[in-house]
């Protein structure tokens, strides 16, 4: 390929440096995901990059602005198939743009998971660990040894090997075993950028004969013994044929794809949430199809998988450390296409039909399917109900569900966790729990370690991080939960973000690494006399949805077991706001009015010394804030409703005339006057009741209205009564 071809290339680079940052800042402010923008990165460099350099098989070109929403760091890489086709393994070629200096880096480049050790999860399943966030230490310092030991065994005088690297991204830069640095200002010519990849490429061809020619794997059936004789141009055809690749069997190739190209049934069904046999299974079905459309040749074997996956992959058997029977390496022409026809589509479609992908639909139609699914089990909760947890979950990982026994808070938990495809534990709560060691484990007297039984649950979310895990503490308050949930209501305020998106916290009990940010715990309260009452430092950090409504006619036409969950990734759940002044700084306007109306509540609380500070204020402007962006799952005053319900009215008890006074004021701000309530002639509670259905905020003003009751008829009276 000439040099006018090399020339475009660089017109594409200078593009790309010249315009992403501007381009970052727009798409991530209007939430415009599908800018053409995207097409330099993912489509026009990686091709010329190809074209220029001649790049050919086993080696792929892919280029990446991101999953859903795009990345602060983009990057264009070439894989060797042999070793890795994914950012996420192995050690590759990779382009990487620091949006802010405007520079480019061509590295070879470590993944993260080449430092990671191993463990097995709370189903005994192998997965990886060690560090996982790229701002860890841990992590930099193992990287950094790993890179160290390949640049011993494999020195360079031309590139540079020094910490002068700065990507804008930290696991990036500790990454980087070689690297060289290209200036907007002083980007070179076409010839040169490709002569500076050849050279990378022949350091990454030294790494592989260095590290994985000596191992000899023995693919079968080999190449010689069989192929299918599908051309990559053939396979490319055929993925790009919607009545051949729809979204289940195109996302269970781009699983594979994008695990790496190679792995066990069980290490694709433990990434994607999938069982094992759902993933043979679908695979098989593939395979078959394929061979129907193609009338390719079979290979002879035995059994439907000796004869039909030979199709699409070649396998050898597992390793003691891999978990499952068989590694299926995907075939080099299929990988290639892969590569080419961009997996983005497919691995889009997975979050609508089972699997764990990018993000595609909407909060809305996510809600939408999940009061399907949860209607389809028989289950019928009052209107805003599910739209109302999703939003405390979102603002918060830590939410209490209150009311009468019976009224389903415990299995709302369970069938919203089953509609996302989350894990779910539940833990029954013992009236003798005392304090941490109850729930998290403790020493016996010869020094063993005993887990406690919420242990398994913050396995499984470190464990699986991008799969919402449910924790169900059910009946939380038949002890007192201030006691024995001391350690986690201190820790889950410590919650910081991190380069790599992560929320972290402190250490808790013996999770060094903290809370999981994919870790939902609920707790279950009925509130009766054998029960303990909640202290404000519990209501402070929980939205608490009272559960009242019942509705005791079955609906026989609702019970449909076909509906299938929606699968949700944690991006559903995990918030975007932390730091109010930090975090929220894109929505001045709307938080000053909010906050504006929690001052004027502020005002009326204090007369009862019930006011409160800036954690409920800015949990509060999340919750709203959460539900303005999910293009309003509820209207402004409905969403307001709920929170004083959930973060005002719990903390109010007390027999004095001052709740008395506050009462009534609070009630008159929830009608949205100050006037019509006349409190001279007695029966102050009836008189609410009657008004109550007219409020602004509704079911505030009916609570009020009954708490008012229970004031007047009994001399005291709780949010709890």
């Given at each position: 390929?000439?040099?006018?071809?090399?020339?475009?290339?660089?017109?594409?680079?200078?593009?790309?440096l010249?315009?992403?940052?501007?381009?970052?800042?727009?798409?991530?402010?209007?939430g415009?995901?599908?800018?053409?923008?995207?097409d330099?990165i993912?489509?026009?460099?990686?091709?010329?990059?190809?074209?220029?350099?001649?790049?050919?098989?086993?080696?792929?070109?892919v280029?990446?602005?991101?999953?859903?929403?795009?990345?602060?760091?983009?990057?264009?890489?070439?894989?060797?198939?042999?070793?890795?086709?994914?950012?996420?393994?192995?050690?590759?070629?990779?382009?990487?743009?620091?949006?802010?200096?405007?520079?480019?880096?061509?590295?070879?480049e470590?993944?993260?998971?080449?430092?990671?050790g191993?463990?097995?999860?709370?189903?005994?399943?192998?997965?990886?660990?060690?560090?996982?966030?790229?701002?860890?230490?841990?992590?930099?310092?193992?990287?950094?040894?790993?890179?160290?030991?390949?640049?011993?065994?494999?020195?360079n005088d031309?590139?540079m090997?020094?910490?002068?690297?700065?990507?804008?991204?930290?696991?990036y830069?500790?990454?980087?075993?070689?690297?060289k640095?290209?200036?907007?200002?002083?980007?070179p010519?076409?010839?040169?950028?490709?002569?500076?990849?050849?050279m990378?490429?022949?350091?990454?061809?030294?790494?592989?004969?260095?590290?994985?020619a000596?191992?000899?794997?023995?693919?079968?059936?080999?190449?010689?013994e069989?192929?299918?004789?599908?051309s990559?141009?053939?396979?490319?055809?055929?993925?790009?044929?919607p009545?051949?690749?729809?979204?289940?069997?195109?996302?269970?190739?781009?699983?594979?794809?994008?695990?790496?190209?190679?792995a066990?049934c069980?290490?694709?069904?433990?990434?994607?949430?999938?069982?094992?046999m759902?993933?043979?299974?679908?695979?098989?079905?593939?395979?078959?199809?394929?061979?129907?459309?193609?009338?390719?040749k079979?290979?002879?074997?035995?059994?439907?998988?000796?004869?039909?996956?030979p199709?699409?992959?070649q396998?050898r058997?597992?390793?003691?450390?891999?978990?499952g029977?068989?590694?299926?390496?995907l075939?080099?022409?299929?990988?290639?296409?892969?590569?080419?026809?961009?997996?983005?589509?497919?691995?889009?479609g997975?979050?609508?039909t089972?699997?764990?992908?990018t993000?595609?639909?909407?909060?809305?139609?996510?809600?939408?399917?999940?009061?399907?699914?949860?209607?389809?089990?028989?289950?019928?909760?009052?209107?805003?109900?599910?739209?109302?947890?999703?939003?405390?979950?979102?603002?918060?990982?830590f939410?209490?569900?209150?009311?009468?026994?019976g009224?389903?808070?415990?299995?709302?938990?369970?069938?919203?966790?089953?509609?996302?495809?989350?894990?779910y534990?539940?833990?029954?709560?013992?009236?003798?729990?005392?304090?941490?060691?109850?729930?998290?484990?403790?020493?016996?007297?010869?020094?063993?370690?005993?887990?406690?039984?919420?242990?398994p649950?913050?396995?499984?979310?470190a464990?699986?991080?991008?799969?919402?895990?449910f924790?169900?503490?059910?009946?939380?308050?038949?002890?007192?939960?201030?006691?024995?949930?001391?350690?986690?209501?201190?820790?889950?305020?410590s919650?910081?973000?991190?380069d790599?998106?992560?929320?972290?916290?402190?250490?808790?009990?013996?999770?060094?690494?903290?809370?999981?940010?994919?870790?939902?715990?609920?707790?279950?309260?009925?509130m009766?006399?054998t029960?303990?009452?909640?202290?404000?430092?519990?209501?402070?950090?929980?939205?608490?949805?009272?559960?009242?409504?019942v509705?005791?006619?079955?609906?026989f036409?609702?019970?449909?077991?076909?509906?299938?969950?929606?699968?949700l990734?944690?991006?559903?759940?995990?918030?975007?706001?932390?730091?109010?002044?930090?975090?929220c700084?894109?929505?001045?306007?709307?938080?000053s009015?909010?906050?504006?109306?929690?001052?004027?509540?502020?005002?009326?609380?204090?007369?009862?010394n019930?006011?409160?500070?800036?954690?409920?204020?800015?949990?509060?402007?999340?919750?709203?804030?959460?539900?303005?962006?999910?293009?309003?799952?509820?209207?402004?005053?409905?969403?307001?409703?709920?929170?004083?319900?959930?973060?005002?009215?719990?903390?109010?008890?007390?027999?004095?005339t001052?709740?008395?006074?506050?009462?009534?004021?609070?009630?008159?701000?929830?009608?949205?006057?100050?006037?019509?309530?006349?409190?001279e002639?007695?029966?102050?509670?009836?008189?609410?009741q009657?008004?109550?259905?007219?409020?602004?905020?509704?079911?505030?003003?009916?609570?009020?209205?009954?708490?008012?009751?229970?004031?007047?008829e009994?001399?005291?009276?709780?949010?709890?009564?």
């Amino acid at each position: 390929m000439g040099t006018q071809e090399s020339q475009r290339l660089r017109e594409k680079f200078k593009i790309l440096l010249s315009d992403f940052s501007d381009v970052y800042e727009k798409v991530t402010k209007e939430g415009d995901w599908k800018n053409p923008f995207r097409d330099i990165i993912s489509k026009d460099i990686p091709q010329l990059l190809k074209e220029c350099a001649s790049i050919q098989t086993p080696y792929i070109t892919v280029g990446s602005y991101g999953k859903g929403r795009w990345t602060a760091v983009p990057w264009i890489a070439v894989f060797d198939s042999r070793i890795t086709t994914s950012a996420q393994k192995g050690v590759y070629i990779v382009y990487l743009v620091n949006k802010d200096s405007k520079e480019l880096y061509l590295t070879l480049e470590v993944a993260a998971t080449e430092v990671m050790g191993t463990r097995t999860d709370s189903k005994g399943n192998t997965v990886f660990s060690g560090v996982v966030g790229k701002s860890d230490p841990k992590m930099q310092q193992a990287l950094k040894e790993h890179v160290g030991k390949i640049r011993s065994d494999i020195p360079n005088d031309y590139f540079m090997a020094d910490d002068g690297i700065n990507t804008g991204s930290s696991g990036y830069d500790c990454g980087a075993v070689y690297y060289k640095k290209y200036e907007l200002n002083n980007l070179p010519d076409g010839p040169t950028i490709i002569e500076d990849l050849k050279m990378m490429l022949d350091l990454y061809q030294a790494y592989y004969v260095t590290y994985y020619a000596e191992e000899s794997v023995e693919w079968w059936p080999s190449i010689a013994e069989y192929t299918p004789g599908i051309s990559k141009e053939q396979w490319i055809e055929i993925l790009n044929n919607p009545e051949m690749i729809g979204p289940v069997w195109g996302g269970v190739l781009a699983m594979f794809y994008d695990y790496g190209g190679a792995a066990t049934c069980s290490q694709i069904g433990l990434k994607y949430g999938l069982s094992a046999m759902s993933v043979s299974g679908r695979c098989t079905q593939l395979a078959k199809a394929i061979q129907k459309y193609t009338n390719c040749k079979l290979y002879d074997g035995g059994d439907d998988r000796t004869r039909y996956w030979p199709i699409l992959f070649q396998g050898r058997d597992a390793k003691a450390d891999e978990k499952g029977t068989f590694v299926w390496n995907l075939r080099p022409e299929l990988k290639e296409a892969l590569s080419e026809v961009g997996i983005e589509k497919y691995l889009a479609g997975l979050s609508e039909t089972g699997e764990r992908g990018t993000i595609q639909v909407s909060t809305k139609e996510a809600i939408t399917k999940i009061k399907t699914y949860i209607l389809s089990k028989g289950f019928s909760y009052n209107e805003g109900l599910i739209e109302n947890f999703y939003l405390s979950l979102k603002s918060k990982p830590f939410v209490i569900l209150a009311g009468t026994s019976g009224t389903g808070k415990t299995r709302l938990v369970k069938l919203f966790a089953e509609a996302i495809g989350a894990e779910y534990f539940m833990v029954p709560v013992r009236p003798d729990w005392s304090d941490g060691s109850d729930l998290f484990g403790h020493y016996d007297l010869n020094g063993n370690f005993i887990e406690g039984p919420v242990c398994p649950a913050f396995k499984a979310a470190a464990d699986l991080p991008d799969k919402p895990v449910f924790l169900c503490l059910d009946e939380m308050n038949l002890a007192r939960v201030e006691y024995y949930l001391s350690d986690f209501l201190s820790v889950i305020e410590s919650r910081e973000k991190q380069d790599d998106g992560a929320i972290r916290t402190d250490p808790i009990a013996q999770f060094q690494d903290g809370i999981p940010d994919n870790l939902y715990i609920v707790g279950t309260v009925n509130m009766d006399e054998t029960t303990f009452p909640f202290s404000k430092k519990v209501l402070d950090r929980a939205n608490t949805i009272e559960f009242s409504y019942v509705d005791l006619e079955p609906s026989f036409d609702a019970v449909n077991d076909t509906e299938g969950p929606v699968m949700l990734t944690n991006d559903y759940l995990r918030t975007d706001y932390l730091v109010l002044t930090r975090d929220c700084a894109g929505e001045k306007e709307y938080v000053s009015e909010v906050c504006s109306e929690l001052r004027k509540i502020n005002e009326i609380l204090v007369k009862a010394n019930l006011h409160v500070g800036y954690r409920v204020r800015d949990e509060i402007v999340f919750y709203l804030l959460n539900n303005k962006k999910a293009e309003d799952l509820l209207s402004h005053d409905q969403a307001l409703d709920n929170e004083i319900m959930q973060k005002i009215l719990p903390r109010v008890q007390g027999s004095a005339t001052m709740i008395r006074d506050m009462l009534v004021e609070l009630f008159k701000f929830c009608m949205g006057d100050y006037s019509g309530l006349d409190i001279e002639s007695g029966q102050v509670g009836k008189k609410m009741q009657d008004m109550a259905s007219n409020a602004k905020y509704v079911e505030s003003a009916k609570k009020i209205a009954y708490m008012m009751t229970r004031f007047e008829e009994d001399g005291f009276t709780s949010y709890w009564l």
